[in-house]
Nanobody, 123 residues
């Protein structure tokens, strides 16, 4: 399993920006992703990075506003969030170690999870 530790969450006004970081115990060629969960809602995929392809996949709700990137030398995954909206509020999780061939934006596909970091967007 991969050990993951998120940081960078906080409170921000709508329209603001935050950058989340995920320190991993190691990087592989498999996808890694960011997920979020709002109170009373299911966990949803936000962004996934495919290191080998150098490409990313985003949920429609964050396209054009969020950017996922990596620092492979330091085993860090980032999520740059801009133009934040009230509905972006939630606990954000980093995940890795996919299995089963499902989408890397589907929570059930990833087997290793961090503890989460809270993002609160206010008006």
């Amino acid at each position: 399993q991969v050990r993951l530790v998120e940081s960078g969450g906080g409170s921000v006004h709508a329209g603001g920006s935050l950058r989340l970081s995920c320190a991993a115990s190691g990087f592989s060629n498999d996808c890694m992703g960011w997920f979020r969960q709002a109170p009373g809602k299911e966990r949803e995929g936000v962004a996934a990075l495919f290191p080998v392809l150098g490409s990313a996949l985003y949920a429609n709700s964050v396209k054009g506003r969020f950017t996922v990137s990596q620092d492979p030398a330091n085993s860090i995954l980032y999520l740059q969030m801009r133009s934040l909206r009230l509905e972006d509020t939630g606990a954000y999780y980093c995940a890795a170690d996919p299995s089963g061939g499902g989408s890397c934006l589907t929570p059930a596909t990833l087997r290793s999870w961090g503890q989460g970091t809270q993002v609160t967007v206010s008006s």
